[in-house]
């Protein structure tokens, strides 16, 4: 064996090794994505609990348009389904569900949060037998507003 054939297998042989690392790294990769933004959503949609309970103090009730609120997020509120406000962070969507609750849906995954203002509780709700669902939910610090 000369030079260029050692060569060239160690080339594609490390080529195989990275391209076996990527193949078992991205799913796992887009999962911790996944995670990373359901977690910011409730992050936020803490801080919408939070002010919508400051508004309440204030004026005696919750403010279903969200414009209102003193948010730090900077994201579109506009009329969605049922003529309701509704921020659109992308994935998610929140808006003010039975006048108390803070609802986060996400279009394409089978996962929800629900953030009762009033109750101070924070669920965190899927589809009977998504996976995907159970996974991010189990995933999910919903102990408190």
């Not at 991205?26 to 919408?48: C, N, S």
């Not at 948010?71 to 969605?80: K, R, T, Y």
């Amino acid at each position: 064996m000369n030079f260029h054939n050692i060569l060239h297998k160690m080339v594609v042989g490390v080529v195989m090794l990275v391209g076996f690392g990527i193949a078992l790294g991205w799913p796992q990769y887009k999962k911790h994505q996944t995670i990373v933004k359901a977690q910011q959503a409730l992050d936020f949609g803490r801080e919408i609990a939070y002010q919508q309970a400051v508004y309440k103090d204030q004026h005696g009730h919750y403010e279903p348009d969200f414009s209102k609120l003193e948010l730090s997020h900077i994201c579109p509120v506009a009329n969605g389904e049922e003529n309701r406000f509704e921020i659109k962070c992308d994935p998610y969507v929140f808006y003010l569900k039975d006048g108390h609750i803070v609802r986060i849906d996400h279009p394409d995954m089978p996962e929800w949060f629900e953030l009762d203002i009033d109750g101070g509780t924070v669920s965190c709700s899927y589809e009977e037998n998504s996976w995907a669902g159970e996974h991010i939910c189990d995933r999910m610090d919903v102990s408190s507003l």
